[in-house]
């Protein structure tokens, strides 16, 4: 049986806030069909696309959807003036996308047109697409946590949006050049990719990935160099049990230093978790369809076991959840912290702050290699009831396509750019180099505040479950175990309804 989604406002703000924090600017992502006149602009050739600075190439063999005089209305939710979209752009971020706006229009002979935003963007352009009159073509969700609200909205799964897969003979989304296919897996349901995700470009590629900063200063007071720690690094060593012993040499209560920050929103365990072969959650196999979901899995005897290791932590008095992990890790209040890579930009944005190390999440027992966790991109949609279906999906998989490809010499020198201008050594940016090859998209995000379930007469959701019993595992009054089997079945009925169609 369809069930209605309930959102948890509450939840909602908490995943805005910290897309808000990690940041998406319009250079990674892009653009929204009215009506126009019949005439079909005949599409250039692929050598005419590749002497431009600011379209991708096109496939020869795509057909162009496309007419002449249209206008595609192109939702961002950082517009506040659509007369001047590109306002909150770097200076050459802002011209690049000036130009590219311009021949992009020039070649199609069509008006992109960006939508302004309003305080309730998230509800607001679902409910009007519902409607039957959507107030924009493309729309830039904004982040992994409307993904599922907007899939399944009022209960009806892809009723709002355009099923992008289907179509393939005017748009490619599938070369991980331009497009991030392995998050494009999770925005893909019953067959049918329903949100596109390009690729970001330059040291951003990897600011959602997780990380463990350390503070050389503090950890050289305890006998450990950074030499040491990337030496454990690149020998395979860095493991649970030195990150554990680091962190219980380096705490100094006296001196309100923690040797861990756990990040926000938990972020630690974000990081844990798949560095010991364990996820929150996995795929699964309806019993009566065959077709895939996800469900939880955070009960595993891996996760338990991870859970065990973090509770430690927490026990022996070395983990601090205190103010934000870049502010307390700014102001020498903690030997490392485990977070977004992107928190680097905010640590050296201030004049003063301490020097620090970036090294991958440490392996667990029961893992071979590293691991590095993304759970945040920026997924874009094409809204159903638009004037030319095919032209928007079009639109979106050209103009909002990244400016680099991704192995491309362009993006590998914006890459190192990037990394030099937030790290402190060498040997991080050797780390970064790493992380893409040991990255994984995860899809619990795409699930943390939507669904809610009911358990024992509580309505909560998938996030309360790694944010809010913390201190009552760690007390010992409850543990993981237990309160993952008194919610389990409720969660993954409510997992289920929003996957699965009946």
């Known amino acids: 049986m369809k069930k209605r989604i309930k959102t948890l406002i509450c939840g909602?703000?908490?995943?805005?806030?910290?897309?808000m924090l990690a940041g998406c600017g319009e250079n990674n992502v892009s653009p929204a069909a009215t009506p126009?006149?019949?005439?079909t602009a005949a599409g250039a050739s692929p050598s005419e696309q590749a002497a431009s600075q600011y379209l991708?190439?096109?496939?020869?063999?795509?057909?162009?959807?496309?007419?002449?005089?249209?206008?595609?209305?192109?939702f961002v939710w950082t517009t506040n003036d659509p007369a001047n979209p590109f306002e909150l752009e770097a200076e050459g971020s802002r011209d690049f996308l000036i130009k590219r706006r311009s021949e992009y229009e020039s070649k199609y002979g069509i008006t992109i047109e960006y939508v302004q935003t309003a305080s309730d963007w998230a509800f607001s352009f679902?409910?009007?697409?519902?409607?039957?009159?959507?107030?924009?073509?493309?729309?830039n969700a904004g982040g992994p946590f409307n993904v599922i609200s907007h899939y399944n909205y009022e209960g009806n799964p892809g009723s709002i949006l355009e099923p992008l897969s289907q179509y393939s003979e005017y748009a490619d989304f599938n070369d991980s050049e331009w497009f991030d296919t392995q998050s494009q897996k999770i925005t893909t349901f019953n067959g049918q990719l329903y949100f596109a995700v390009p690729n970001i470009v330059g040291i951003d590629s990897v600011g959602f990935n997780q990380a463990v900063f350390f503070n050389k200063a503090l950890l050289a007071d305890k006998g450990y160099e950074d030499s040491d720690i990337y030496e454990m690094y690149r020998e395979?060593?860095?493991?649970?049990?030195?990150?554990?012993?680091?962190?219980?040499?380096?705490?100094?209560?006296?001196?309100?230093?923690?040797?861990?920050?756990?990040?926000e929103g938990n972020s630690l365990m974000w990081g844990l978790m798949p560095s010991n072969d364990s996820y929150i959650l996995s795929s699964a196999a309806d019993s009566e369809t065959g077709e895939s979901y996800y469900?939880?899995?955070?009960?595993?005897?891996?996760?338990?076991?991870?859970?065990?290791?973090?509770?430690?932590?927490?026990?022996q008095n070395v983990l601090t959840t205190e103010l934000l992990e870049d502010v307390a890790f700014r102001g020498g209040n903690v030997a490392m912290m485990s977070t977004y890579i992107n928190r680097a930009a905010k640590i050296t944005n201030y004049r003063q702050y301490p020097q620090f190390g970036i090294v991958p999440v440490p392996k667990g027992p029961k893992a071979d290699e590293y691991v590095s966790s993304c759970n945040w991109f920026v997924p874009l949609c094409v809204f159903k009831g638009t004037a030319n279906p095919a032209g928007s999906v079009q639109v979106l998989s050209e103009y909002c396509a990244p400016r680099y490809a991704k192995s491309s010499q362009e993006a590998q020198a914006d890459f190192e750019t990037g990394a030099m201008k937030i790290v402190c050594d060498t040997q991080?940016?050797?780390v970064l180099r790493s992380i893409p090859e040991i990255s994984i998209t995860e899809p619990y995000i795409l699930y943390w505040n939507t669904p809610t379930f009911v358990a024992d007469g509580t309505e909560s959701g998938l996030y309360s479950l790694y944010n809010l019993h913390n201190e009552a595992f760690i007390q010992g009054s409850t543990t993981p175990a237990?309160?993952?089997?008194?919610?389990?079945?409720a969660l993954n009925q409510a997992l289920k309804d929003v996957q699965i169609n009946d």
């Open 236 to 263: 395979g060593t860095w493991n649970w049990e030195k990150f554990k012993e680091i962190a219980v040499r380096c705490t100094d209560l006296d001196n309100g230093v923690y040797g861990i920050h756990s990040g």
């Open 36 to 39: 126009g006149p019949t005439n």
């Open 126 to 139: 679902a409910a009007a697409a519902y409607s039957g009159a959507p107030m924009a073509d493309i729309f």
């Open 428 to 430: 991080s940016v050797e």
């Open 12 to 19: 909602i703000c908490l995943i805005c806030c910290l897309g």
């Open 482 to 489: 237990v309160l993952f089997s008194s919610v389990k079945e």
């Open 295 to 315: 469900q939880f899995s955070g009960d595993s005897a891996n996760a338990l076991e991870t859970w065990d290791f973090f509770l430690e932590l927490g026990r």
């Open 56 to 74: 991708r190439p096109r496939d020869e063999n795509l057909k162009n959807a496309i007419k002449e005089g249209e206008t595609y209305r192109y």
